[in-house]
């Protein structure tokens, strides 16, 4: 199959690439590199150094994609609150043209990342698909209005789509910026010597989903799942403090946490439920949290 990946060049995107490669798929990517990076990439994928938000039928005429895993987006929660224009610009104007181009040009399949993010606060744990859709975020409101316009172009244009709402995702290639995951910036903080903030008691719990489950389920959903929407998490509710001490355990570090006052807005507890892609696909995490932990570690200390 010819897949484009857009956001390519990024963490999720970057392991979706090297595990369509080993699948034999034919890969292009298309992403402005604002975030991510070519050194993420094999030397022989072709990158297309664009932004998502321009005309993209050019690209799509020439290239012919069968299907497209859609990546690229504005990821940061507090970015998209100082800056809600450009949040859209990019998660709803690029994921139009993304659409615009599939239809035009027939592609069989999108596969749209979306986020834990469009549930807001869960009213219940673990949280599943059926459950409310109330963002906080302009991020999750621009998540939440992509899933409805793939539904919307499945409708009217008859193109299939599968949407997969993501839990925390983890691992190796997450930048270091200030909107990273809290286990890269532990990771980060803890390799050069220092120590972490825990904000709050420590108490407060996230499902942490390694990236190389979350990009086997999307190769999965390039062929099933279709006009579907799927959690992809552990199920699994892990404390800071908990992530804290597995992490010192992997760095053989004996220290103690250090802790701030909780930090407002966040909430306090996310675990999102897995039946549903389990049965669907087969699909479950495969990484446990201390490998995963591990893996991470060992890329962190490899990058300095
Ligand atoms: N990391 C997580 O925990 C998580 C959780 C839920 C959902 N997601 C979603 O997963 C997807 C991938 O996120 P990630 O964590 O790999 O982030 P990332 O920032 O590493 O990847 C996003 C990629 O998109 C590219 N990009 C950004 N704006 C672009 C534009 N205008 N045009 C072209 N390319 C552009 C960036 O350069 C980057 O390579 C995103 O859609 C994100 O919202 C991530």
């Not at 060049?9 to 298309?30: C, K, M, N, R, T």
């Not at 959903?221 to 908990?242: K, P």
Request: aromatic fraction near 8%.
């Amino acid at each position: 199959m010819k897949v484009l990946v857009t956001g390519g060049a990024g963490f999720i995107g970057s392991h979706i690439v090297d595990q369509l490669l080993a699948d034999g798929h034919e890969v292009v990517v298309l992403d402005n590199l604002s975030a991510g990076s070519r050194a993420n990439l094999p030397t022989d994928v072709k990158v297309i150094e664009q932004d998502v938000a321009s005309d993209l039928t050019p690209v799509f005429a020439k290239e012919r994609f069968d299907a497209v895993i859609h990546q690229a987006a504005q990821v940061g929660v507090p970015d998209s609150i100082r800056d809600p224009l450009h949040d859209a610009s990019v998660n709803i104007n690029g994921l139009l043209q993304v659409l615009e181009a599939c239809r035009k040009y027939a592609v069989k399949k999108i596969v749209l990342a979306s986020s834990a993010a469009v549930y807001g606060t869960p009213i219940e744990l673990p949280v599943s698909e059926e459950h409310p859709l109330i963002p906080l975020s302009p991020y999750g409101l621009t998540k939440k209005t992509g899933e409805e316009y793939l539904r919307i172009y499945q409708a009217l244009h008859g193109l299939p789509y599968t949407i997969l709402r993501y839990a925390n995702v983890y691992g190796p290639r997450q930048s270091l910026s200030r909107e990273s995951g809290v286990i890269t910036i532990f990771t980060d903080r803890l390799c050069r010597g220092e120590m972490p903030t825990i904000f709050g008691d420590g108490t407060d719990t996230r499902d942490y989903v390694y990236v190389e489950d979350v990009a086997r389920a999307n190769l999965l959903a390039l062929s099933g799942g279709d006009n579907q929407i799927f959690n992809v998490s552990t199920g699994s509710a892990v404390t800071l403090n908990e992530l804290f001490f597995a992490l010192t355990d992997v760095l053989n570090d004996q220290r103690e946490p250090c802790y701030g006052p909780p930090r407002l807005g966040d909430i306090r507890h996310s675990t999102l439920a897995n039946g549903k892609i389990r049965r669907a696909f087969g699909w479950k995490p495969s990484v446990s949290l201390a490998e995963g932990l591990r893996r991470t570690v060992e890329w962190v200390k490899s990058q300095s």
